[in-house]
């Protein structure tokens, strides 16, 4: 079965709303991608990179950007049978500097700006590469984020995981509902607190939710089978 897209999803939403007509799709558009960032905290994606190699280089940009979480594998040479990994280790490690079969992880130096997107840490290998040969690195990441607006996007999170992102939304939308009336001088304070009341409501089913599917669901290293060399 195809995934959902975003206007499936955004349909879904608005299901659960008290008012289908107070929110723009936009502001649903946004807290879908918020759940969807917060929701691959706790269950990132799985993702497959190819790295093409260039002899003399042993340093290439980690794949993923900002929504990088961590390595799960390195194939190197790619398409070996059987195929054979390499193991993590530091650039001032024996093993690396006599040109093992490792890799190390170096990370963004301290004078880059923090505010800028556009700078990755980096992959180094420690076998010599050539210029045709290619890395296949398996790595945990942000889920696709739907840009607003994009109908057709694809929705990456598991159909049987969506309560947990509509659990969210519906959280925020009684946040914003208890933050609106907040700043209205005609607002009661018992109005204020049933609307507050209605916001840790729904925050605890998102939770309760979350903590459902993390009993319920494989650990991501129970669902990958490799071998070592």
């Known amino acids: 079965m195809a995934n959902l897209t975003l206007a499936d999803l955004r349909a879904q939403c608005r299901l659960t709303l008290a008012s289908t007509g107070d929110w723009p799709n936009a502001t649903i558009d946004k807290w879908i991608a918020d759940a969807i960032r917060l929701y691959s905290a706790r269950f990132p994606r799985l993702w497959n990179h190819t790295q093409a190699m260039t002899t003399g280089t042993q340093k290439y940009n980690l794949p993923g950007g900002h929504g990088f979480f961590g390595i799960v594998a390195v194939e190197y040479p790619a398409d070996q049978d059987p195929p054979t990994y390499l193991l993590p280790s530091d650039p001032w490690s024996s ?11 170096y990370a963004v130096t ?8 556009t700078v990755n ?3 180094w290998f420690a076998p010599t590469v050539t210029t045709g040969q290619n890395a296949i690195i398996t790595y945990r990441g942000l889920h696709a984020i739907p840009t607003a607006g994009d109908d057709d996007a694809q929705i990456t999170v598991p159909t049987n995981h969506h309560e947990a992102l509509i659990a969210f939304v519906e959280y925020r939308a009684h946040q914003e509902l208890e933050a609106d009336e907040a700043v ?24 309760e939710t979350m903590d459902f599917l993390a009993t319920s669901t494989p650990t991501p290293s129970g669902r990958i089978i490799w071998t070592m060399p």
């Open 95 to 105: 093993d690396f500097q006599s040109e093992d079969d490792v890799y190390a992880i």
């Open 110 to 117: 301290s004078t880059t700006a923090i505010e800028s997107d």
């Open 121 to 123: 840490a980096q992959i």
């Open 184 to 207: 209205s001088a005609t607002t009661t304070s018992v109005v204020l607190a049933q609307l507050g009341e209605n916001a840790r409501r729904a925050w605890n089913r998102y939770k």
